[in-house]
């Protein structure tokens, strides 16, 4: 069986990145590649523009640091314990939480409320980042697998669902192909399940 892989395509960081793409998407075409992997990164940053990137990292930084305080002090209240995925994952949830409660102060809502806009918005542009990927790796003709990188979502959320293969194996062809994508922490644990 033939491979050809692909990783770090960035959609959406250059313009160019999207020519890129279609660029490999006519070279797979004429290649006699059996499988196309790709190897996470498929998107970048999720703001509009620079600027914007600059502004959500701020953000995210701001809310991070909100909510390990929010979760340090409800853990010490109910004996939980949060991978840094899980940790993660709660940040939209406390922001709700911040927004919709009279106990924080205003400036925290506000940031939570900012927090929460850039998320939706994030959202939005990557589905339509992964929309684009997949119509034009599905015009090479080829069967496609994926596995997300520290700039994805979870695949399993967008359109590119069935070619995601995180914690997932597939035979093709008599080979079994496995995947795990996404990042790990400083300490090492997955950030993606």
Known sequence: MKLLAVS???????EENLGRLQAF????KSSDADLILIGGDIVEYPASSPLDSRRFQELFGTMMQIASSEIERRIKHK???LS????FCTMPIIAEDICQKPVYPKDMKQIAREYLNFIEEAEWQMNTAYGLASHILKSTGKQVLAVGG???MNLENTILKEMNI????????GCKIAGYGGAAARNGTPLIK
């Open 8 to 14: 770090d395509i960035h959609l959406f960081r250059e």
């Open 150 to 152: 520290n700039h994805d």
């Open 25 to 28: 998407a006519e070279y797979a």
């Open 166 to 173: 995180h914690n997932k194996s597939r035979i093709i062809n």
């Open 79 to 81: 004996k939980i314990d």
């Open 84 to 87: 840094p995925y899980e940790q």
